[in-house]
């Protein structure tokens, strides 16, 4: 159950998530400060020790590349990208130079439907059986719920994260989930917060809130 909240700067969101390890990250979309705390809570570990898996419908598979060499010194052991829909299947192929220049192995995976969750779910499995072979802690980032629902409604988004949230568990993933509240009314808000452990939220003071 989600209880006390505490106002943090954008370098200390996870050092203040605590044990938490399904979080909410409600944030304007195309806005700096999400990417920041996107960074932020996907480097929990030395990143020669994690494994990072971004799943997005909002970013190709290049631009999610560039902005981690933007922020991260060094690239992690392993880096997956799932791009979703039309957009990225056109432009993943521009991503061949990034690769080369990858420290570690990078994988770049499409799901070519949007709604088609049960291609989604399959597609992450498999990442996921990969790397539990290695020692790595799994971090990932779901971007976005926010564009998730412009292709499920609210009941079925909530159980595809409810699988998901469960998987994620089971193979001890840290993951956190991109959503704009400005672009959903409060009861989808309230129906999907159950599912997750912490919730972090930029204020009207342009502050980050977390509650756990």
């Not at 044990?19 to 960074?39: F, G, W």
């Not at 009941?155 to 699988?163: A, G």
């Not at 509240?181 to 309230?190: L, N, V």
């Not at 129906?191 to 980050?208: G, K, Q, S, Y």
């Amino acid at each position: 159950m989600l209880g006390a909240t505490s106002t943090v700067t954008p370098d200390s969101i996870s050092e203040r998530i605590g044990d938490a390890s399904t979080v909410l990250l409600l944030a304007p979309s195309l806005d700096s400060c999400e990417d920041d705390a996107c960074l932020d809570l996907l480097t929990v570990a030395d990143p020669a020790q994690e494994n990072v898996l971004s799943i997005t419908f909002t970013q190709s598979a290049t631009e999610r590349i560039q902005l981690l060499d933007k922020h991260i010194e060094e690239r992690p052991a392993q880096t997956g990208i799932i791009s979703i829909g039309e957009m990225m299947r056109s432009t993943t192929a521009d991503t061949s130079t990034t690769i080369q220049q990858s420290a570690g192995p990078l994988v770049i995976e499409t799901v070519s439907d949007p709604s088609d969750l049960t291609d989604l779910g399959m597609t992450i499995s498999s990442f996921l059986s990969e790397w539990d072979t290695n020692d790595n802690q799994t971090v990932a980032c779901f971007h976005s719920i926010t564009s998730l629902l412009q292709y499920a409604d609210v009941q079925r988004v909530f159980r595809f994260l409810h699988v998901l949230t469960g998987k994620f568990d089971t193979s001890e993933v840290v993951a956190h989930y991109h959503m704009d509240p400005s672009a959903h009314d409060q009861q989808t808000i309230s129906t999907l917060t159950p599912l997750f452990d912490a919730i972090v939220e930029r204020d009207e003071n342009d502050e980050w809130t977390v509650q756990q």
